[in-house]
Antibody, heavy 126, light 107 residues
Framework: EVQLVQSGAEVKKPGATVKISCKVS????????MHWVQQAPGKGLEWMGL????????IYAERFQGRVTITADTSIDTAYMEVSSLRSDDTAVYYC???????????????????WGQGTTVTVSS | EIVMTQSPATLSVSPGERATLSCRAS??????LAWYQQKPGQAPRLLIY???TRATGIPARFNGSGSGTDFTLTISGLQSEDFAVYYC?????????FGQGTKLQIK
């Protein structure tokens, strides 16, 4: 069974750094991109970025560029997402999700986030 | 960055009826479009990928259509468990943006 298990809830003070983990099981970690998604309280999903575990390269949404670092450790099948200089508006649930390669109706291939972690709540408060 | 716009923000439909949700991209994303369902307190769940292919285990009452910039998710014969928030996401561009979501609520 494919599973993504995220680390537990965090409470941080403004200006601190938080690092969340996402442990993969049930598939070859390096074969698929890993994404991170932010969901602020009562708000929608916001795509933060992704990492290619095979070569460690990451891509970030413009809003998160510079303050967010997404990495992958293939030796322990775990992805990480670190946010520095935390602000109150970083209070959110953060999800990791695997981008699978899925077969379409016409035997073509498409990507989608087909497996999700359970989410990690980060609260930033003084 | 491709901007995804969903409409309406909230949709009120009676059980047993049909719901039609829209998603528009600011530029063409071909058929690289996915739909997700999210219920309160849960992680999102993949419903549709490639604009029109149902993910494993998704009932046939969920149908996706469209290509290019305009996409539709249709849910026929709404059941109580279908009332949730739905998001579209484009995966044509490296910056995989989501729409802001449509809340489907009971009328």
């Amino acid at each position: 069974e494919v599973q993504l298990v995220q680390s537990g809830a965090e409470v941080k003070k403004p200006g601190a750094t938080v690092k969340i983990s996402c442990k993969v099981s049930g598939y070859t970690f390096s074969d698929y991109y890993m994404h991170w998604v932010q969901q602020a309280p009562g708000k929608g999903l916001e795509w933060m970025g992704l990492v290619d575990p095979e070569d460690g390269k990451s891509i970030y949404a413009e809003r998160f560029q510079g303050r967010v670092t997404i990495t992958a450790d293939t030796s322990i099948d775990t992805a990480y997402m670190e946010v520095s200089s935390l602000r109150s508006d970083d209070t959110a649930v953060y999800y990791c999700a695997t981008e699978g390669t899925l077969v379409g109706i016409s035997i073509d291939y498409y990507s989608a986030l087909d497996v999700w972690g359970q989410g990690t709540t980060v609260t930033v408060s003084s | 960055e491709i901007v995804m716009t969903q409409s309406p923000a909230t949709l009120s439909v009676s059980p047993g009826e049909r719901a039609t949700l829209s998603c528009r991209a600011s530029q063409s994303v071909s058929s690289n479009l996915a739909w997700y369902q999210q219920k309160p307190g849960q992680a999102p769940r993949l419903l549709i990928y490639g604009a029109s292919t149902r993910a494993t285990g998704i009932p046939a009452r969920f149908n996706g259509s469209g290509s290019g910039t305009d996409f539709t998710l249709t849910i026929s014969g709404l059941q109580s468990e279908d009332f949730a928030v739905y998001y579209c996401q484009q995966l044509n561009n490296w910056l995989r943006s989501f729409g802001q979501g449509t809340k489907l609520q009971i009328k």
